[in-house]
């Protein structure tokens, strides 16, 4: 895109979300810039602290366990999680939904190549992406939007791709990764159709950070009475969706740890929620989750016991409880 398609379909967007929404996205967002570029680190982003990362660095390299915690970085674990639901229409029943989290796909040692390979081999009907497609906070996005479009076109998904934004992206982002065959929702919603037949994704705005989701807004524009699955980008409103009445809840955000303990025990996650909702899949009442470990990585392109993950939900029809 020209500059100036930029700043049109910028607009566009405004238009569409509310100048409310996109005025204080876009002010945080310049806020949070100046703060970091004038050195001052705040909030809770393991690559803005220098002391610790080189600790961490230093810490691997003198044990010998730099080069493997690198190589695991692309050691992708696929999970097939099944997500039985009361009430899903007869045509999704073995309905399969590819989510992907967290690519930080420029940070990534290959640049995507690797899961570029894996994606086509995969089943699935929809893929979605529940944000952070960017490795840095701040500063130029144009290679994220460039190797997010190389990667959107290794995805074979009849009903598409959609996404949300998570705390590393910004707001300018979206008419690039809409651009790129991505569609994004920002507290909106999106019937996926089978004949007569439907469910509703419900996408958020980032609630970790910007605290600009809007769960409220999106529910009100989809069916109360249809299966509804929630996307965010971290598991921190798990008891409002419930509440809201969601069926599943898919997020991810904390990494699994990303940089564990033996037996994957995580040791900083970022997440403002109880453990068991940190990683992996969770129920909350009657409401099915899943916290992605993610695929990419933050400070640095390595993990140990914790393997970066590609998972395939499958919904089934069950019995609704009499």
Request: aromatic share 8%; glycine share 8%; hydrophobic share 40%.
């Amino acid at each position: 895109m020209t500059h100036f398609q930029e700043q049109e379909a910028l607009t566009k967007l405004i238009d569409r979300i509310g100048s409310a929404h996109a005025g204080k996205r876009l002010e945080m967002q310049a806020h949070y810039s100046a703060l970091l570029l004038g050195g001052h680190h705040i909030h809770v982003h393991m690559e803005e602290f220098p002391a610790f990362a080189w600790l961490l660095k230093a810490s691997l390299k003198t044990t010998g366990l730099w080069a493997r915690a690198v190589r695991n970085s692309t050691n992708y674990r696929l999970v097939e999680h099944s997500v039985p639901l009361p009430h899903l229409p007869d045509a999704f029943n073995g309905f399969r939904i590819l989510h992907l989290s967290d690519l930080h796909i420029e940070g990534m040692i290959d640049k995507g190549q690797a899961l570029q390979a894996i994606l086509p081999t995969l089943d699935y009907d929809l893929c979605v992406l529940t944000g952070d497609f960017r490795f840095r906070t701040y500063g130029s996005y144009d290679k994220t939007l460039r190797l997010m479009k190389e990667l959107v076109q290794t995805i074979h998904a009849p009903f598409g791709v959609t996404g949300i934004l998570g705390n590393h992206d910004w707001l300018e982002m979206v008419p690039g990764l809409e651009d790129a065959g991505i569609r994004m929702l920002l507290n909106e919603t999106q019937p996926i159709e089978k004949g007569s037949d439907a469910i509703w994704l419900l996408g958020l705005d980032d609630v970790h950070y910007y605290e600009t989701g809007d769960l409220q807004k999106a529910v009100d524009a989809a069916p109360s009475d249809a299966v509804r699955l929630l996307l965010v980008h971290s598991p921190e409103i798990i008891p409002e969706a419930f509440a809201a009445g969601m069926d599943l809840y898919l997020c991810g955000h904390s990494h699994g740890g990303q940089i564990c303990l033996p037996g994957g025990k995580p040791i900083i996650t970022h997440c403002r929620c109880a453990r068991p909702y940190k990683a992996g899949p969770w129920k909350h009442e009657s409401m099915r989750g899943y916290t992605s470990r993610g695929v990419g990585t933050s400070l640095f392109p390595i993990r140990m016991n914790c393997q970066p993950e590609i998972i395939i939900h499958t919904l089934r029809k069950i019995p609704a409880a009499k």
